[in-house]
């Protein structure tokens, strides 16, 4: 079967009470992408934080981070655009990646597109109650349409983020319009326990994804479970060809009573993947499966 894509996701918003090993500043997010590089991930996908954990959005991290990355390894960068934690307008959220690709030393690989709104309150088990009631993941059409002609413009791969098959028939119409082109790389994000914006993190609810893969298009996902275990469906993910996208971001991955690393939750990944047959892809075999342009450097 084809190589794997094994995308490292380092630190969302986590933070370090589930497991201390979830990285904030450059420094910390740099070394974890070396790391998982030698494990055998092909992409890094990270947010930028404060020495406290708060979200980070200004330019220099991305900047700082990516130039570190560059320079200690060839691991594809994807870096976020902020998600509920930078909400400006279409511009606003798109400057940072402006920024960044001013210098190949700085110029990421993907920008993501997250292709719909969702509610994205956060659900607190012990109070029984949410702990927010107003957070939406505002995504325009719009404001997608400019990220696509920018990411596009710079020769970057649309990281296409699905959180429901209301998203994904946005970006099967995205498709249709010529707004993007295939090979699209989608993200089936299953979101588990805390937050139901997403489909269940269950094999119905990846199932329910797969069924509505756009058929007139070459499409090559991956799955991400947002606050919830993947390994529970790494091995059905592996079997259907899909790419696995996990990290500490997502869950607190432990062995036991140990609390794993990035790289540790990478080698596990792809121990799975090779006695199921599939190899990890390159970083080069990553770009060719998703046939990804050449970065255009400048403005
Ligand atoms: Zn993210």
Known sequence: MDKI???????????????????FVPSEIISDGIACAN??????????RKPDGEPENAAEFYLETNAGLRAGCDILIHPT?????????????????????????????????DCGSVNVDWWNPDTNSFDTTELIYKNSTGTLMHFAERIAHYGLKPYLVSWN?????????FLKMGVLKDPAYICFCLTDQIIFAGHPGTPAGLDAHTAF???????????????????????????AGGHISIGLGDFAYMDGSRH????????????QARSLGREPATVEETRQILEMPEVRIGT
């Open 165 to 173: 098959v209301s998203f994904t028939r946005l970006i099967e119409q």
């Open 260 to 271: 794993l690393t990035n790289a540790e939750v990478i080698a596990k990944v792809v121990e």
């Open 39 to 48: 494990e055998g991930a092909s992409i890094l996908h990270y947010h930028g």
């Open 213 to 239: 893969l756009p058929q007139d298009f070459d499409i090559v996902w991956t799955a991400v479970n947002y606050k919830g275990d993947l390994f529970l469906l790494t091995e059905k993910i592996i079997r």
């Open 5 to 23: 894509i094994i995308e490292a996701r380092v630190n969302e918003l986590a933070t370090r009470r589930g497991n201390p090993h979830v990285p």
């Open 81 to 113: 655009l902020g998600y509920v934690a930078n909400e400006t307008d279409a511009m606003g959220r798109f400057a940072a990646v402006e920024q960044m690709m001013k210098s190949a030393e700085t110029a990421p690989d993907f920008a993501p597109m």
